[in-house]
């Protein structure tokens, strides 16, 4: 198993930066894939983009060209790099791991605001 620790949440003006971390409990070349996920009040989780093991991302269409997602091998991390931020970016961001037994494993959650 593995447990999942988040940090960087916060609050920011809209078209502000903002970047999450995600550090996992073993090595992060034991995970098949990473991911983050988001859900805003009322609203089902949805996922927000993936990194697998051999540095293949995916985003969705919404914060595809805003967000990006890389990793620091050496520090055993992995960020979510938020940039043009919108008002309905608003949500409370999940971390996601995918081992290679295909079992997944969640983080606590981190709140991002963004208003003025």
């Known amino acids: 198993q593995v447990q999942l620790v988040e940090s960087g949440g916060g609050l920011v003006q809209p078209g502000g930066s903002l970047r999450l971390s995600c550090v996992p409990s073993?090595?992060?070349?034991?995970?098949?894939?990473m991911g983050w996920y988001r859900q805003a009040p009322g609203k089902e989780r949805e996922l927000v983009g993936t990194i697998s093991s051999g540095d293949s991302t995916f985003y969705a269409d919404s914060v595809k060209g805003r967000f990006t997602i890389p990793r620091d091998n050496a520090k055993n991390t992995v960020y979510l790099q938020m940039n043009s931020l919108k008002p309905e970016d608003t949500a409370v961001y999940y971390c996601?791991?995918?081992?290679?037994?295909?079992?997944?494993?969640w983080g606590q959650g981190t709140q991002v605001t963004v208003s003025s």
């Open positions: 073993r090595s992060i070349y034991t995970i098949k894939a």
């Open positions: 996601n791991a995918i081992l290679y037994n295909d079992r997944s494993y």
